[in-house]
Every structure is written in C-alpha cells, then in structure tokens.
C-alpha cells in the first residue's frame, strides 16, 4: 500500500504562485505514475495532470501553460508548481499513485485563491 502526504496549499492572490509537494511512501520505480487532482465544492474530483515513464507527462487544458508537475525521484516526492493562479483554481488538492490496478490517496490540501 503506498501512503501519500500533500503540503504546501495555503491562500493565495490571483496571479500568485503556489507549489503543492506529495511525498509517496515507496519508490517511483514501483509506481506507473504519479498525478494530481482537484476537487471544488460541490463539484466531482477532477485530473490536473500526470506524470510518468511509460505514459508521459499530460495536463489538463485548463491549466497548461501555468502549471507544472514534476518528480524528485531520490525523495518520492512529486511537486505541483502552480502560477498565474485563478479564483477558479480554488479547490482541494490530491496527490494520486497508481500501482498496477490500484489508486492510492493523500489526504488533500486547500488552495484558495482569492483577493
């Protein structure tokens, strides 16, 4: 079973930056791939992108551009580095791993933009 722990959201201005960490439990060698996702109030938990060797780097089209995901594979850890950030990025963020058929779950954390 592979434990995730996000840090790192917090209230931010638009047009500010943020940079989400998820620190995984085991290697990325043991992990198909790394992703994110949001989920707003009242709203379905959504992809924000994913990140891994044998499928690439992909992210969602809301967020290209502003976002980047990326890996430190000595620390298993993946970041989210976040800019030009909008109201409508307010939401709980979650780190994502999937190992072979099974999704694993950080406990998420807030990102709130706002001015």
């Known amino acids: 079973q592979v434990q995730l722990a996000e840090s790192g959201g917090g209230l931010v201005q638009p047009g500010g930056s943020l940079k989400l960490s998820c620190i995984a439990s085991?290697?990325?060698?043991?992990?198909?791939?790394m992703a994110w996702y949001r989920q707003a109030p009242g709203k379905r938990r959504d992809l924000v992108a994913f990140t891994g060797s044998g499928v690439g780097t992909k992210y969602v089209d809301s967020v290209k551009g502003r976002f980047t995901i990326s890996t430190d594979n000595a620390k298993n850890t993946v970041y989210l580095q976040m800019n030009s950030l909008k109201p409508e990025d307010t939401a709980v963020y979650y780190c994502?791993?999937?190992?072979?058929?099974?999704?694993?779950w950080g406990q998420g954390t807030q990102v709130t933009v706002s001015p």
């Open positions: 085991e290697s990325f060698s043991n992990i198909d791939y």
């Open positions: 994502n791993a999937r190992k072979h058929v099974d999704d694993y």
